[in-house]
């Protein structure tokens, strides 16, 4: 059985930081690629970052570059997501998701989600 579980969530102040991780088990998790993706209340989800099958390819959206960065430790089944001058919009429950292909902003193509964990930026 496939589990993504998201940990690291919480309350922050604006400027401030925290670090997400996604523990995988029950899959080969070195050849997924994977994700990380946001849905804050009444908005649609929306792509944050993704890492390839190594460290050598990250991407991210527009709006958290130069503030988020992603990482993966294989030995360790286990991705991060560094998230730094954390903003009152950065709010969201934040979801990790694993591909084997698709492009990685697109939600469709990820198969296998975790249950998300709540990010809060107070202002």
């Known amino acids: 059985q496939v589990q993504l579980v998201e940990s690291g969530g919480g309350l922050v102040q604006a400027g401030g930081s925290l670090r997400l991780s996604c523990a995988a088990s029950?899959?080969?998790?070195?050849?997924?690629?994977i994700g990380w993706f946001r849905q804050a209340p009444g908005k649609e989800r929306e792509f944050v970052a993704a890492?390839?099958?190594?460290?050598?390819?990250?991407y991210y959206a527009d709006s958290v570059k130069g503030r988020f960065s992603i990482s993966r430790d294989n030995a360790k089944n286990t991705v991060y997501l560094q998230m730094i001058s954390l903003k009152p919009e950065d709010t969201a429950v934040y979801y990790c998701?694993?591909?084997?292909?698709?492009?990685?902003?697109?939600?469709?193509?990820?198969?296998?989600w975790g249950q998300g964990t709540q990010v809060t930026v107070s202002s």
């Open positions: 029950g899959l080969t998790f070195s050849i997924y690629n």
């Open positions: 890492v390839g099958r190594s460290n050598l390819h990250t």
């Open positions: 998701a694993a591909r084997l292909t698709g492009w990685y902003t697109d939600a469709s193509g990820y198969l296998y």
